[in-house]
């Protein structure tokens, strides 16, 4: 069974009304809205409070659905909770993404990618960690879903690259390609990853540019860590331009993350939320097929929900 970080769970409340879509080593839960402590610094207060009207941006989302705030989970009589769950069927987190109307131009500001912690990422990822971010249901859920949309197991002239990747990558037991690059912030970790065949340490916050030739992967992995990235939109346009035409990108994530480094947008918002936020990248970077999401939780409240948000890039014409 892998080591899994500690984290907590934190109450979450509903979106506001005008929202019509759907280092600290801790890991912990993402949420619409966070009950601070009285004793919180000032910056944390601002951050929060500033979360708030960011939220009524995603107003502009007009064609998505209005019932998302109405299933969204909420807060019961002050009851915490873990608000990632699958609730409903169909997933909240797979309709965020049906026939969005999206806005003309991309709807953040750059405020919305600050942290709380704006220290150097690469002193807070400096120390190897080696334990998983999700429990062991979630990961198996993920490796599952692999197994069905990944290349065939040594398929002649395939590439991967696992991007944020670290020791263990979720690919299913023994899977092999001719090139598989891991880019990560930690050797160490890059260098226990069976799978990988090449690795590159490399901060996407500070350097988003890819040190890969166009049209050079069938496929590109992230998993858990696209709330990390404060330049989304950058590199997601480096992504469209190292995959190959029809090549298929895909954004895991579940509700843990370390908060201190999580973007604002991300931490003040749910699970349906960030469907719409990852989504979002891909269609303000341009050359991708309409987003989609696909909620993978294998035990809807009584483990960690699991979620994939994919695109392909268009073909060349």
């Known amino acids: ?31 619409s809205a966070l009950n601070l402590p009285t004793a919180a ?7 929060i409070r500033a979360s708030s009207r960011r939220r009524l941006v995603l107003g502009g989302f007009s064609g998505a659905s209005l019932w998302m705030n109405n299933n969204m989970p909420g807060n019961f009589g002050g009851k915490s909770f873990i608000a990632s769950a699958r609730q ?11 026939k969005v109307d999206w806005p003309e131009t991309f709807p953040f500001k750059e405020e919305d990618f600050q942290r709380f912690d704006e220290s150097s990422d690469s002193t807070f990822y400096e120390a190897p960690r080696f334990v998983t971010h999700i429990d062991d249901p979630a990961i198996a859920a993920l490796t599952k879903y692999y197994s069905k949309v990944l290349p065939q197991s040594d398929t002649p002239g395939v590439s991967i690259l696992d991007m944020c ?8 037991a023994g899977y092999k390609q001719e090139r598989i690059v891991g880019m990560g912030m930690n050797e160490d970790e890059l260098k226990r990853n069976p799978v990988l065949t090449e690795y590159i340490v490399q901060d996407l916050n500070l350097n988003s540019k890819l040190p890969f030739e166009d049209n050079s992967f069938q496929v590109i992995t992230n998993v858990v860590s696209v709330d990390y990235l404060t330049k989304p939109l950058e590199v997601f346009k480096e992504m469209n331009r190292i ?30 939320d960030h469907s719409l936020i990852v989504g979002s990248y891909f269609h303000y970077a341009g050359g991708f097929e309409s987003p ?5 939780s294998p035990n809807p409240g009584r483990s960690d929900p699991m979620y994939v948000v994919y695109s392909r890039k268009l073909p060349m014409a």
């Open 41 to 47: 610094p000032k910056p944390f207060h601002r951050l």
């Open 292 to 296: 989609q999401a696909v909620d993978i």
């Open 1 to 31: 069974m892998s080591k899994t970080y500690n984290s907590l769970s934190l109450r979450s409340n509903p979106l506001p009304p005008l929202f019509s879509s759907t280092g600290n080593s801790h890991f912990l839960r993402a949420s």
């Open 88 to 98: 409903t069927n169909p997933s909240p987190v797979e309709q965020a993404l049906n």
């Open 243 to 272: 995959l190959k035409p029809g090549g298929l990108a895909l954004m895991s994530f579940s509700n843990r993350c370390f908060f201190t480094k999580a973007i604002s947008i991300w931490t003040s918002t749910g699970d349906a």
């Open 165 to 172: 990747s670290s020791w263990v990558s979720h690919y299913p």
